[in-house]
């Protein structure tokens, strides 16, 4: 059976209990998991949605550090990170983000994390955004009361902290990875 990695990322992180996972990586989707009935949120690639993900953290921190050279905002702390990974040329930016990849975008994102551990406001806005989109996509899967929330790929974990409370409370590790959730669909087919 050829499936994409929705199914086999929710049932890796999940095993056999039912839940929700937001897997934030280059990309992003959430998506829950009720017996055999999966349901998905997002996933629709950078250019119409992947909100979350490293690709949109790094287009949109490009696309503010452009507001700050426009002089819409402060340039300061992220916005200065980027202009010197550019050698301080708007057009540089403008360059990349013409040819850049996803995964190109992504490369950007730890930059963001970066910045906003060390409370830059730009960044901070930034990882709140994502956190807003998380909490809404969470909320449209309709969690039941102590259903847990995992948080995979390369940057879902970096969210949590910027979740409300409640949705917070609700964060549990992933039990496994996709290639184990692939492994344990597979062996329920025999």
């Given at each position: 059976v050829v499936s994409d990695d929705r199914p086999t990322t929710l049932t890796g992180?999940?095993?056999?209990?039912d839940g929700i996972v937001a897997a934030i990586g280059t990309g992003s989707f959430l998506g829950s998991k009720r017996g055999d009935?999966?349901?998905f949120v997002g996933g629709w690639g950078l250019v119409l949605s992947d909100e979350a993900s490293a690709a949109?953290?790094?287009r949109t921190a490009l696309a503010e550090t452009l507001l700050a050279e426009d002089g819409m905002r402060p340039i300061a702390g992220l916005a200065t990170s980027i202009f010197a990974r550019f050698d301080g040329k708007a057009n540089a930016i403008i360059?990349?983000?013409a040819q850049a990849t996803p995964a190109d975008f992504g490369t950007l994102s730890p930059l963001v994390t970066q910045a906003a551990a060390s409370g830059d406001v730009l960044a901070v806005d930034l990882m709140g955004r994502g956190a807003d989109y998380i909490e809404r996509a969470f909320a449209v899967l309709k969690p039941r009361p102590h259903e847990n929330l995992?948080?995979?790929g390369g940057l879902g974990p970096d969210y949590a902290m910027y979740l409300s409370p409640a949705t917070r409370a609700c964060v549990r590790p992933a039990l496994g990875s996709a290639l184990d959730g692939a492994l344990?669909?597979?062996?329920?087919m025999t």
């Amino acid at each position: 059976v050829v499936s994409d990695d929705r199914p086999t990322t929710l049932t890796g992180a999940l095993g056999d209990n039912d839940g929700i996972v937001a897997a934030i990586g280059t990309g992003s989707f959430l998506g829950s998991k009720r017996g055999d009935v999966y349901r998905f949120v997002g996933g629709w690639g950078l250019v119409l949605s992947d909100e979350a993900s490293a690709a949109w953290l790094g287009r949109t921190a490009l696309a503010e550090t452009l507001l700050a050279e426009d002089g819409m905002r402060p340039i300061a702390g992220l916005a200065t990170s980027i202009f010197a990974r550019f050698d301080g040329k708007a057009n540089a930016i403008i360059d990349f983000a013409a040819q850049a990849t996803p995964a190109d975008f992504g490369t950007l994102s730890p930059l963001v994390t970066q910045a906003a551990a060390s409370g830059d406001v730009l960044a901070v806005d930034l990882m709140g955004r994502g956190a807003d989109y998380i909490e809404r996509a969470f909320a449209v899967l309709k969690p039941r009361p102590h259903e847990n929330l995992c948080l995979t790929g390369g940057l879902g974990p970096d969210y949590a902290m910027y979740l409300s409370p409640a949705t917070r409370a609700c964060v549990r590790p992933a039990l496994g990875s996709a290639l184990d959730g692939a492994l344990m669909l597979a062996r329920r087919m025999t």
